[in-house]
Structures are given as C-alpha cells and as structure tokens.
C-alpha cells in the first residue's frame, strides 16, 4: 500500500506567518490527493481534493499545489482557527491511506 | 445539510463482534454517493476501512477485510459495519463519512469511541 509521511511533524508558527505543509507519497498517486484538518474532540474536515481543489466553505487562505508524488499545503496567513492537525490522503491506488498529521501549533 | 451520526456500543469484548451504525440526515442514501467508516486510533493513525455504493457494492481495505462487512438500510437511511473477533488493536474513534468516487470524503459524523476490553 502506498505510505504518506508529511513533514514536518510539528510546525511552531504564530498569526498571520504562513504556513508550509509537505506530503510524499512512496509512488506516484497522479492528483489523487486529499488534505484534512482535525481539531481536538471533532472530526478531521475535508479542506482539499484532487491535490489543489478547494472544498466547499473553504477560505482561500488555503491551497494546495503538486502531483505524483510531492504534495504541498500552503495556509498564506495563519488565523487563529488554523491551528490543528493536518492530514493528507491519497485515493489514487487502493487501499486509499493517510499520512501521520502535521501538527500547526501557537509559536 | 448532509449530517451522519454513529452509534454502537462504547466497549466491546476481545473476540466478540463489534456492530456501528451510521444514521444520515439530510440525503438519502439511495440517492447516490458512497458511504463509508474511517478510524483513528493512537497507535495507526487514519485508516480506511470500507467503502459501500448506494446500489450495494462494497469495498474492503485488504487488511480487515476478513472480519468486516458493511450493509446498507434504505429504508432507514442508515449503514452499518460488523467487525469480528475483536483485539485489542481495534480500539479507536470510529468514523462514518459521505465520500466521492474517487475516494476522499467530505462529511463526517462526530465519531464514536469503541474500546476493546474483557
């Protein structure tokens, strides 16, 4: 199955810097590539699809940009909301699988 | 508004069959879409593990493939998962979710926490 690692696994960020997440994936998975945020206590919410898709009712702040195997989720100005964990998920080659989160927390 | 809502038992004997159910508001299933369980546990992370069509088709992560069935109620707009002989490794916050074709999924339900122990 393919393996996600997203890096780093802690970024210690304050309001209004911006934000880098990266994913790789162990082969190629086109732009089949999803990205959540989870906070504490609730479910993770689908922010991205198809490797730069936004979803619906999310703010631009947010995009997302690669494909293959290299995958990167910018937020441009961090609000204070913003600060969860973050996972992506590949859906391209079954089993579709997650990375292990990136945790975005208060510098 | 699509809302999901899982319910089942909060603890579960090592061996026994863990039951969840997936209530759906505002879409009916049959409609269209797939439907299917996610869980997060401390030790694994995010892991899929299975996926059901509003006609009935189903797919299963390999890996628990074995153990698990899911189903489909119409008539009650709910889905559910059976996973069998439980461990201990099965201990987790289990999710249900609305998904896309391709596979990512946009609505989830609260999640429901299920813990293995005799």
């Known amino acids: 199955e393919i393996v996600l690692t997203q890096s780093p696994g802690t970024l210690s960020l304050s309001p209004g810097e911006r934000a880098t997440l990266s994913c790789r994936a162990s082969q190629s998975v086109s732009s089949y590539l999803a990205w959540y945020k989870q906070k504490p206590g609730q479910a993770p919410r689908l922010l991205i699809y198809g490797a730069s898709s936004r979803a619906t009712g999310i703010p631009p702040r947010f995009s997302g940009s690669g494909s293959g195997t290299d995958f990167t989720l910018t937020i441009s100005r961090l609000e204070p909301e913003d600060f969860a964990v973050y996972y992506c998920q590949q859906y391209g080659i079954s089993p579709r699988t997650f990375g292990q989160g990136t945790k975005v927390e208060f510098k | 508004q699509v809302q999901l809502q899982e319910s089942g038992p909060g603890v579960v004997k090592p061996s026994e069959t863990l039951s969840l159910t997936c209530s759906v508001s505002?879409?009916?299933?049959?409609?269209?879409?797939?439907w299917g369980w996610i869980r997060q546990s401390p030790g694994k992370g995010l892991e899929w593990i299975a996926t059901l069509y509003h006609s009935g088709s189903t797919n299963y992560s390999p890996s628990l493939k074995s153990r698990v069935t899911i189903s489909l109620d119409t008539s009650r707009n709910q889905f559910s998962l059976e996973m069998k002989s439980v461990t201990a490794a099965d201990t987790g916050v289990y999710y249900c979710?609305?998904?896309?074709?391709?596979?990512?999924?946009?609505?989830w339900g609260q999640g429901t926490l299920v813990t293995v122990s005799s």
């Open positions: 505002g879409y009916s299933i049959s409609s269209g879409y797939f």
């Open positions: 979710a609305r998904e896309w074709a391709g596979g990512y999924s946009d609505f």
